[in-house]
């Protein structure tokens, strides 16, 4: 016999749930229920006509029957049948069953909508609500198209009852978020604002629900809302606990109400009215002062409870973000909170102090908890504690500590939970790279990660070592020498060897110096590893030693052996067994110039946004922490008075950028801003001319050379006694790469050698470049090399000014040449056919598309070479397109980064003395 | 808003599974075994809060049930944990004392109780009374237990 059956039981049913209930075993729970559906089949089958409360019951133990987890493909009709009855009982569980075993079958969906339809204009207020809670429990589209309109009626006609609004409110929240295009706004939206004023709390409480999510995508709409919120939030806040009786919770007035309200006020920003501001002002000190009185019972539902409203109204603080001491007051009781013996507590303190920590106002406050932060770390039991504890450091991390929360980081690294390694890793490689003052300590940080978490270290972060240590001369040395101690431990991690084969192949000359890692003693280090690595990094290895052939000549021969034996050359791995035979080649046959030129050092990466903060953002979904960097990006100016690295390709870095840069893009030297005293000579000229302002009018001739870089990309730019500038550039759809070779032809050393790209401020918009500095020395004779990376964001017409300034001798030289950007560099050919080419050509009809020009040729006009321009233009050549072949045809599509633009070219040469285009 | 509701025994049998979200069937089975083995092996004195995907679960033992809810992230967890509280009372209210046996033997009660608490994943009516007067209305007709027992026991 059952425990309980209240009111019309349904004894049959609590019979079945027993018998399965004393099954033994999983086959006999089956045979039950097969022998029961054969059962319920039968009597819907049967040719008796069933009676209410036997269809009822039957439908109920289709329904429980499910519910433990079988399928169910009969009943749906009894269960509809079940809707038109006139007795509530049967009518709920027919509901009931439709709620939970929706089916899409049209038929049964329209007898479904139609007994809903009747239901709820039957004024009968149980059976409307049990309607409404079918349509939210569905919630399907046809569902929303069906009631859409209905239910805002219900919601706002003057004798609807107060359950039914409510039912109806959160109805309609329902399908609004399932198909929002459904539910246009419309007179009753004003008429749903004005429910926070009704006397119900119920209704209240259901309307605010319905009136935030509308909020959140009409807020101009709702903007009414917020006084009325304020003034009924004001009017619980300061209620005493007893005054809303069943609305007081715990000793809590209205929590449910409160929280809502809050949730509501936080889709505006702070009220402008100063009346409604200040009230809120009110409610929120309310509501932190509650907070420190005494307990009014000694329950968890009633701390709960009080808390709820409390965090919600610290979130609210934390969203408008503007009253400084409302948001260190919540800082401090989140404080209190962090030292909570209620781990639920501890745990929300850390979590909402994140927030708190990119508040320019409160980062400084929070700060002030990093050793409480640090022992939850340590001491807390559960993981989530911990993983809030861990973000908070990473939230509250700035330049003044985060050597020490990168150290503690690291500590607990070394007995973190499995699952949540990775994000920690991540967190210490952004956080080491962010706030590096000092590249060895990067390094080292970067190698002990792999040194204790070797797995967890993902791609992106030795990636991004290798890049940086590449990017940054200053750090080279002490890398090379720091991973060579590294790899000298007998196990190391596979990262490990992977950075170091790279590191060492790169810049191992720069410790060969020391006899204790002499080039053979590196090769030979790097070798033991070799056969317990795996392909990858066995691939990257063979790399480093050809690497070192260049490197270190006098140990050519060994490296040689190695890649002669069978295993390298016979192995059974392609890619190994070319690279080992195409190295072994490339050793033997090439001369050392052509060795040195081919193995060169690797040029510096162009600067991009850190992979490893994209991978951050990526695990941890976009919002969090993407919010957190914007917010940390604009706050950075006056906290730290630099700009972070995240900020890199926002703009053209054309200039000595003063932000302290770890990417080492915009650090120029500032050398030059400071002239050395000895040259006392010309010190006052020297001062003025040195300041990167005053830029020389464009050498003579110099016009000539940028004329021929429009259709070829490599070449002498500019040359005179002194220097001769060389170019080499590639380009590729919207991006490029510049190589600006300066060659000193003198044989006296240049001083302050400062070459800077300008772009005018309307060149600034449409074309991104981003130079690194150069030496400020340049020997005699030598040639030194910049690169500069090119993004073209939209068209332009200008061309960016190439500025340099040096000392020789004891004169200043200050000159200035065009480069050659220009827009066809980001010309691509596309092919086509004469008709696709007539049609196209044809459309082309509005005069802002056109451009003809008719011009005398200054050249003896030779075909060949018309053809080799058109093509060095950047178009593709379409041959046997254009009816008359003397005329030349082109076609391509300029890639800029925000479009793409299609262009077509006719050249129609007239022999006797005229070209036209 | 509250995404879906589970309620389940120590031993990890389902007892109520209530969603607000339209998911297919295969999916909402492996979400509940997921859920119910990470809430299972979770020690006692660790928080009511577990991150999962992009929602949060907000859990609470009463004798030998679980009640795990799934919120989102901007939720109100401390607030999520008395709704939880809230719908035990609502239960206690109508079964008087209720244990595991009676959501067992009367599921759709506790689906019906739950309906007239929760709509769409928000809470409709925190009024203890107001909740459960609804569905005692419905059991006005009281009968006896000859009457009970007259009934067909298939």
Redesign the interface.
Known sequence: MPAVSKGDGMRGLAVFISDIRNCKSKEAEIKRINKELANIRSKFKGDKALDGYSKKKYVCKLLFIFLLGHDIDFGHMEAVNLLSSNRYTEKQIGYLFISVLVNSNSELIRLINNAIKNDLASRNPTFMGLALHCIANVGSREMAEAFAGEIPKILVAGDTMDSVKQSAALCLLRLYRTSPDLVPMGDWTSRVVHLLNDQHLGVVTAATSLITTLAQKNPEEFKTSVSLAVSRLSRIVTSASTDLQDYTYYFVPAPWLSVKLLRLLQCYPPPEDPAVRGRLTECLETILNKAQEPPKSKKVQHSNAKNAVLFEAISLIIHHDSEPNLLVRACNQLGQFLQHRETNLRYLALESMCTLASSEFSHEAVKTHIETVINALKTERDVSVRQRAVDLLYAMCDRSNAQQIVAEMLNYLETADYSIREEIVLKVAILAEKYAVDYTWYVDTILNLIRIAGDYVSEEVWYRVIQIVINRDDVQGYAAKTVFEALQAPACHENLVKVGGYILGEFGNLIAGDPRSSPLIQFNLLHSKFHLCSVPTRALLLSTYIKFVNLFPEIKTTIQDVLRSDSQLKNADVELQQRAVEYLRLSTIASTDILATVLEEMPPFPERESSILAKLKKKKGPGTVTDLEEIKKERSSDMNGSAEPASVNASAVSTPSPSADLLGLGAAPLANSAPPPSSSGSLLVDVFSDSPSAVAPLAPGSDDNFARFVCKNNGVLFENQLLQIGLKSEFRQNLGRMFIFYGNKTSTQFLNFTPTVICSDDLQSSLNLQTKPVDPTVDGGAQVQQVVNIECVSDFMEAPILNIQFRYGGTFQNLSVKLPITLNKFFQPTEMSSQDFFQRWKQLSNPKQEVQNIFKAKHPMDAEITKAKIIGFGSALLEEVDPNPANFVGAGIIHTKTTQIGCLLRLEPNLQAQVSV | ?IHFILLFSRQGK?RL?KW?T?LPDKEK?KIIREIVQIILSRNQ???????WK?LKLVYKRYASLYFCCAIED?D????T??VV??YVELLDR???NV?E??I??????A??IL?EFI????????????AVK?IE???????TVEE??N????
Request: hydrophobic share 35%; charged share 30%.
């Open positions: 808003m389902l599974q607000y339209t089975k004195k660790t928080s009511s809060f577990v991150d992009d901007q109100n967890e401390l607030l944990l008395e509280h809230r109508y079964f008087g244990c046996l009676d067992i033997f009367n599921f759709e009660k689906y019906f309906d709509i769409g994943g928000e809470v409709q009516e925190t009024s203890k009374r107001s609804a209305d419905s059991d006005m007709l009281q009968e009970y027992m009934k067909p026991a298939f």
